[in-house]
């Protein structure tokens, strides 16, 4: 079962001398790195991966049709230039919604720790879906009348 669950989640199997090791029978080593947003959010921490759910779905939701993939190792979602991406961290998900949203919700954005173009929603506390989905669906009206800086 260890092996299996280490396997799923993608996390670095270990022997006794602390030496990664390789499933038996083929050739992939268990650190490998997330090449989907599925498997980046299989890779995180068991306690975090169904906020990560929610927060994809939301996206999702508010940005139909859009290109999802990874960009700087992190779960991006694109139309013709990046809308969003969103990194785990230990104690928060990191939430980069480019500088112009961050500026356009900073009332909402109070509670939240921000910079220029991130937002830092920490992880013992609820995702706040609405303003999300709001700023991500701004994102799209940016996208769509051409002002995105981002290169997807």
């Given at each position: 079962?260890?092996?299996?669950?280490?396997?799923?989640?993608?996390?670095?199997?270990?022997n006794?001398?602390?030496?990664?090791?390789?499933f038996?029978?083929?050739?992939t080593?268990?650190?490998?790195?997330?090449?989907?947003?599925?498997?980046?959010?299989?890779?995180?921490?068991?306690?975090?991966?169904?906020?990560?759910?929610?927060l994809h779905e939301?996206?999702?939701?508010?940005?139909?049709?859009?290109?999802?993939?990874?960009?700087w190792?992190?779960?991006?979602?694109?139309y013709?230039?990046?809308?969003?991406?969103?990194?785990?961290?230990?104690?928060?998900?990191?939430?980069?919604?480019?500088?112009?949203?961050?500026?356009?919700?900073?009332?909402?954005?109070?509670?939240?720790?921000?910079?220029?173009?991130?937002?830092?929603?920490?992880?013992?506390?609820?995702?706040?879906?609405?303003?999300?989905?709001?700023?991500?669906?701004?994102?799209v009206k940016?996208?769509?009348?051409?002002?995105?800086?981002?290169?997807?």
């Open positions: 079962m260890f092996l299996i669950a280490s396997f799923l989640s993608f996390a670095p199997a270990i006794e001398y602390g030496k990664e090791f390789y038996p029978g083929t050739f080593s268990y650190k490998m790195k997330p090449k989907t947003i599925e498997e980046y959010i299989y890779s995180a921490p068991a306690e975090v991966q169904e906020k990560l759910w929610e939301c996206i999702r939701a508010a940005a139909p049709g859009a290109t999802e993939g990874l960009k190792s992190m779960p991006a979602y694109s013709q230039k990046i809308l969003v991406t969103f990194a785990v961290f230990k104690k928060h998900i990191g939430f980069y919604p480019m500088p112009s949203a961050v500026k356009a919700f900073k009332k909402d954005l109070i509670k939240y720790k921000t910079a220029e173009g991130s937002i830092q929603f920490p992880l013992d506390k609820p995702l706040p879906f609405p303003l999300i989905k709001k700023i991500v669906k701004f994102r940016e996208s769509k009348e051409g002002t995105i800086k981002w290169r997807s």
